[in-house]
Structure formats: C-alpha cells, structure tokens
C-alpha cells in the first residue's frame, strides 16, 4: 500500500499567521490519466471530513481562498494563508491514485 | 443538496455480522462510484471498499476481503455494506462517501463496536 505521511502532526497558530502542513506519498502519485489525486480534507471536531482541495490545488466550492494546495510526485503541501480561528482541527492528505487509496495521520492545528 | 446518511451501526459481539445502509440525495447517485471508509482512533482514517455506479466495478480492502460486500440499490438511491465474520479491530465510525477517488460529500458516519 502507498504510506503517506505528514508533518507536522501537532501544529499551534497564533491567529492571523500562516500555516504549512507537508505530506509524502511513498509512490508517485501521478495517475495513467496524467492526474494527480491528492485531496485535502479538514475535520473539525465533531464532524465528518470535509473535502477542501482535490488534485493537488482546486480548491471546493466554498473553500475559503486563503487554503491552497501545491506539489508534484510525491511531495504535497497545504498552506493557509491567515489561520482564523473556524480553521481548528485536523487536516489530512489522501492519494486517490493507488487502490487502497491510504490517509496520511492527520495534522491537528489548533490556535496558540 | 447532497445528503448521505448512514445506518445501520451498532454493537455487536465478535464473529456477528451486520449491515450498513447509506441513503442519498441531492446528485445522480446512479452515475456516481460510492465508497464505505472508516476511522479508528488508532489507525485512522482506511479505505475500505468502493464500488461503480452501475456495481459493475468492485473493489475491497485487503483487511475485508472475503468478509464484507458492498452493493447498491440504484432504485432506491442506497449503497449498503454487509460485514459478517466481524473482529474487534473491525471497530470504527463508518462513513460514506461519494466516490473512493473524489470523496467530495461524507455523511455523518456511524458508529459499529464489536465486543463481547
């Protein structure tokens, strides 16, 4: 199975700051269509996962535009531009290329 | 508006089985691949089956294999995972989700324990 992973897994913000979470696929990610599956997906407590970016950096409808996603192969970033503070919880990577597509651990983001 | 809402979770002793409901609304559920993923909070969140709008292309975990079937009821905008001969690392909220590959809509997940 591809491993991926994400660091930080703990991650304190003081409001208005940035914020930069990593993730590494074991594999390339890119798909036999040319696509990159790697989602993006928040969970705040208490609620389901959320998608926010797919294939690496579109953005959902309703994704605030201070999210944003970037990467190629195997190396992934989500950056938030200024964390407020409906942005706590915890955020996690997804490869859609390789069956079972796998999860990063998740990267909690709490305010500082 | 999309919906899914998940049914069908409960307690259940090691060995038993049990089956999951996912009702959906607000999109083509027939052109839509589903999927059933869960999480633990030791492992997770795992993929754990998914299956094609018309059912024709299936796929499992390695985990539930031979014990778990997804199917769908296209009539009845539902997707549905029996699980039988489950274990206790079986144990998770289970969620589903509209395609393996996209998982743009979740639904609010419930909840199997298995236990004696």
């Known amino acids: 199975d591809v491993v991926v992973t994400q660091s930080p897994l703990s991650l304190p913000v003081t409001l208005g700051q940035p914020a930069s979470i990593s993730c590494r696929s074991s594999?390339?990610?890119?798909?036999?269509?040319?696509?990159?599956?790697l989602n993006w997906l928040q969970q705040r407590p208490g609620q389901s996962p959320r998608r926010l970016i797919y294939?690496?950096?579109n953005r959902d409808s309703g994704v605030p535009d201070r999210f944003s996603g970037s990467g190629s192969g195997t190396d992934f970033t989500l950056k938030i531009s200024r964390v407020e503070a409906e942005d706590v919880g915890v955020y996690y990577c997804?490869?859609?290329?390789?069956?079972?597509?796998?999860f990063g651990p998740g990267t909690k983001l709490d305010i500082k | 508006q999309v919906q899914l809402v998940e049914s069908g979770g409960g307690l259940v002793e090691p060995g038993g089985s049990l089956r999951l409901s996912c009702a959906a609304s607000?999109?083509?559920?027939?052109?839509?691949?589903m999927s059933w993923i869960r999480q633990t909070p030791g492992k997770g969140l795992e993929s754990v089956s998914y299956?094609?709008?018309?059912?024709?292309?299936?796929n499992y975990a390695d985990s539930v294999k031979g014990r778990f079937t997804i199917s769908r009821d296209n009539a009845k905008n539902s997707l549905y995972l029996q699980m039988n001969s489950l274990r206790a690392e079986d144990t998770a909220v289970y969620f589903c989700?509209?395609?393996?590959?996209?998982?743009?809509?979740w639904g609010q997940g419930t909840l199997v324990t298995v236990s004696s």
């Open positions: 294939k690496v950096s």
């Open positions: 594999q390339s990610l890119v798909y036999s269509d040319g696509n990159i599956h």
């Open positions: 607000g999109f083509t559920f027939s052109d839509s691949y």
């Open positions: 997804m490869q859609g290329t390789h069956w079972p597509f796998t």
């Open positions: 299956i094609s709008g018309s059912g024709s292309s299936i």
């Open positions: 989700s509209r395609g393996p590959r996209v998982v743009d809509y």
